[in-house]
């Protein structure tokens, strides 16, 4: 066999191995909603269409708690995500989320977020924090910075750990899920607001 037909054959392998490794990653999507009921290895919850839905937790499922905060509680170098409305820079931010030293790097960077038709979530640190109305602030995150205007009535939550016994019914949570090969839902990540918040995300 020649080398370039060696070449070829090994870049064919490598293509299919990689489709086949992609393809085999659980597939993640966001629900949100509020507690209906919680088990010990369940969780239903009721969505703002008014139908349930039931996910699996494992020992894996990691439970966050989202308390209220405000604007005053962001800083200079603060770790804080904030929902964008569609448009150009700076965005107009619809929801700001601060986080504990512990979940520093919580979905870093800028994404296409499924909240509303053209909105993001950015996280990242702040690097420019100029108070006023609105607030300005821009994010730093690896190979990027991106521009927010903050109202002064912009829901601000605080993000931490947080534990099982918090999924009370009624409490309003987004949940990070995988579809398993049985078509099953299991939670990877859930955000539970406490005390009436709700979760940024």
Wanted: proline share 7%; aromatic share 6%.
């Amino acid at each position: 066999m020649t080398r370039p037909v060696k070449r070829s054959l090994l870049a064919a392998l490598l293509t299919v191995a990689s489709v086949t490794a992609v393809r085999a990653e659980p597939m993640m999507a966001r629900f949100r909603g509020t507690v209906a009921r919680a088990e010990a290895d369940r969780l239903e919850i009721r969505r703002p269409s008014g139908s349930t839905l039931a996910v699996r937790m494992d020992p894996r499922t990691r439970i966050y708690a989202v308390n209220e905060s405000d604007l005053r509680a962001i800083k200079p170098e603060s770790y804080v995500s904030v929902l964008g409305a569609a448009g150009v820079e700076p965005r107009r931010a619809t929801a700001v989320t601060l986080y504990a030293p512990s979940e520093r790097g919580f979905e870093a960077g800028n994404q296409p977020w499924d909240t509303a038709q053209g909105a993001t979530l950015t996280a990242g640190w702040v690097s420019d924090l100029r108070r006023g109305s609105p607030l300005k602030l821009a994010l730093s995150y690896g190979g990027g910075q991106s521009a927010f205007e903050i109202p002064g009535n912009t829901p601000v939550t605080q993000f931490s750990p947080g534990e099982r016994a918090q999924l009370q019914p009624g409490a309003a949570v987004t949940i990070f899920a995988r579809s398993d090969a049985d078509g099953a839902l299991t939670a990877a990540t859930i955000a539970v607001g406490r005390q009436g918040a709700v979760p940024g995300l």
